[in-house]
């Protein structure tokens, strides 16, 4: 069956640390992946996306790689602030058709609480 | 510009009422989509629109849960008979345009749904 895993409920680092977050996942095929963060009762806000065919993606503190044979993303946030603390999702999008269009079809984890100390 | 709107941002309901949540997304996002999310976990995948069609419902947990989208902007999920594993945030989705290589997704804030 299909499974995706964040390895941590949670994370707590020092603050100037840098903070690593892991999604594997099993039998999926995904085109592109997703990390999202989540503040509590909010919804969800996009941070970045990498492509399968992509080994590594950056965005200012930000850095996602992607390796398709271990089937495993690692999203670190370098020189982490107390305001990095957030639940952190990872969304595999696996293309699907309807209707005559693709579309992204956003499967989540069950998320990485990460609490960064002063 | 206004992100996605939800509304109510809190229900409670008794067991067996029929509820409504709305979702009015980010203007001209062509793409909606409906998520609900438990406790410690990520969000479900519930239905994808494209304009006014759910071209995709296969996420839906049973004949009890139904959306609407008639003029391909406002959606509104509909929970009948509703039973008290339904209680979970439901949460909206938008998204510029389908067919694109890639979407990001835009959230909003959720209706808290608490079934009594």
């Not at chain 1, 107390?82 to 956003?106: E, F, I």
């Not at chain 2, 419902?57 to 008639?70: K, M, Q």
Request: proline share 5%; charged share 20%; with cysteine.
């Amino acid at each position: 069956s299909q499974k995706i895993e964040q390895n941590s409920e949670a994370l707590n680092i020092q603050e100037g640390k840098t903070a690593t977050l892991t999604c594997n996942y099993t039998n999926y095929s995904p085109a592109y992946l997703q990390w999202y963060r989540q503040d509590p009762g909010r919804g969800p806000v996009f941070l970045l996306l990498i492509r399968e065919n992509e080994k590594e993606k950056r965005k200012e503190r930000l850095k996602v790689t992607f390796d398709t044979t271990l089937k495993q993303s690692l999203f670190h946030i370098t020189a982490s602030q107390p305001a990095d603390s957030a639940t952190y999702l990872c969304a595999l999008d696996s293309r699907s058709n309807a209707g005559g269009t693709s579309y992204g079809k956003l499967t989540f984890g069950q998320g990485t609480i990460l609490t960064v100390h002063p | 510009g206004a992100g996605v709107s939800q509304t109510p941002s809190n229900k409670v309901t008794e067991k067996g009422k029929y509820v409504e949540l709305r979702c009015d997304p980010i203007s001209g996002h062509t793409a909606l989509y409906w998520y609900r999310q438990s406790l410690g976990q990520g969000p479900e995948f519930l239905i994808y629109f494209q304009g006014t069609g759910a071209a995709d419902d296969s996420g839906l947990p049973n004949d009890r849960f139904f959306a609407v989208r008639p003029e391909g902007s406002v959606s509104t999920l509909k929970i009948q008979r509703t039973e008290r594993g339904d209680s979970a945030v439901y949460l909206c989705a938008s998204s510029p345009l389908a067919g694109v290589s890639y979407n990001e997704q835009f959230f909003g804030p959720g209706t808290r749904l608490t079934v009594l």
